[in-house]
């Protein structure tokens, strides 16, 4: 396979960095777009406002594709309205900006990816929805419609653009996930509130799987491919999943009310069932490594994985 240039933002983050590696090994070329000026070779700074545009076209020039990874953390931190436009602009302006940059190019990469999120379809409770499911309501949804939206301008002049409509990664060094290793290995894990409410989750490397499956020459998804295992359960069955592998128990439960009383506006989210599934990548033949949640749970404790 020939060797191309592949541009990434957010590779300090879980998926971006662990992205970065793998197609290192692939023998690509990865430029990591960051915002302070470079301090190795393969850092190239970009500006997220898109104030310097000529700036963000000269990091992307000569680049076969870009991926579309920065984001402020959703997870962590309370939803003030301050931290809530700190979310949205970290992803509007910065894909804005992006897809700007790739516009203006005279040859322009083949093809964008760009990071989104299952809460795009809001809460969809015991209902599986695909990638044609409609927007739902509440913040996230709201972003996520947005967040696509501002990569028009790079469709618009004919490159291949997708939306990465990722659920929960399941991941041990990094993200949401990993913030409940501990409290599962302290015997402290437990369902959160009623429990039946959908996760749809996707193990690490199938999500590395899956982005270098969009990347290849030969693939022609474009628009919102949903980024979740092809078995959404529940967090009831996410829970005894994690006490098996861990052999832990798994029986204290955290009620709505002070998940609501801790995490604020985010809890609705948390407490909010999605039972997304990947149909666009089983339609085009992309396999599973990790189909089940208790084989991504495995996958993510095993270093070889």
Known sequence: MTSRRIAITGTRGLVGGALADALRTDGDTVVRLVRHEPRAGDEARWDPTGREQERNAAALR?????????GAPVAGRRWTTRYKQVLRDSRVLGTAALAAAIASLDTPPRVFLSGSAVGYYGDTGD???????PNGTGFLAALARDWEAAAAPAAEAGVRT?????????????????KLFPIFRA???????NGRQFWSAISLADHIAATRFLLADGCELAGPVN????????????TR?????????TVCAVPAPVLRLVLGEFAEDVLGSQRVLPTRLLDAGFTFRH????????????RTA
């Open 62 to 70: 000569g680049c076969d594709a870009v991926v579309h990874l920065a």
């Open 127 to 133: 209902v599986a929805v695909t990638e044609d499911a």
């Open 162 to 178: 997708a939306f990465l409509r990722t659920g929960l990664v399941v991941a041990r060094a990094g993200g949401a996930w990993a």
């Open 187 to 193: 015997g402290l894990g437990g369902r959160l509130g």
């Open 227 to 238: 980024f979740t295992g092809p078995t959404p359960v529940t967090n009831r069955e996410a």
């Open 241 to 249: 999943a994690m006490g098996r592998v861990l052999r832990r128990p």
């Open 291 to 302: 189909p089940g949640i208790e084989d991504a749970v495995r996958a993510a404790l095993d």
